[in-house]
């Protein structure tokens, strides 16, 4: 049984930062796709970022230049480094592994 679970969420002003973590049970090596989704109240869940075969990285374009993923194999764990924070990143963060697996959410919320 695959477990991903999400650290790092929280309350942050505008134009900070925030750096979510997702840790997987396993290695991430076993995995084709890690990505990074995010629901924002009343809105549908979306992509944020993907790590592709372990080095192929997409973003979505509202996040570009200001998010990046990564993953440390030794810790099993995959990042989401999130800078220049606006109001509307605010939402649930999802991690997820070959589009099977979710982790439970943690919520980032950008606000004064």
């Known amino acids: 049984q695959v477990q991903l679970v999400e650290f790092g969420g929280g309350l942050v002003q505008p134009g900070g930062s925030l750096r979510l973590s997702c840790a997987a049970s396993?290695?991430?090596?076993?995995?084709?796709?890690m990505g990074w989704y995010r629901q924002a109240p009343g809105k549908e869940r979306e992509l944020v970022a993907q790590i592709i075969n372990g080095g192929i990285k997409k973003y979505a374009d509202s996040v570009k230049g200001r998010f990046t993923i990564s993953g440390d194999n030794a810790k099993n764990t995959v990042y989401l480094q999130m800078n220049s924070l606006k109001p509307e990143d605010t939402a649930v963060y999802y991690c997820n592994a070959d589009f099977r697996y979710w982790g439970q959410g943690t919520l980032v919320t950008v606000s004064e």
């Open positions: 396993g290695s991430i090596f076993s995995f084709n796709v």
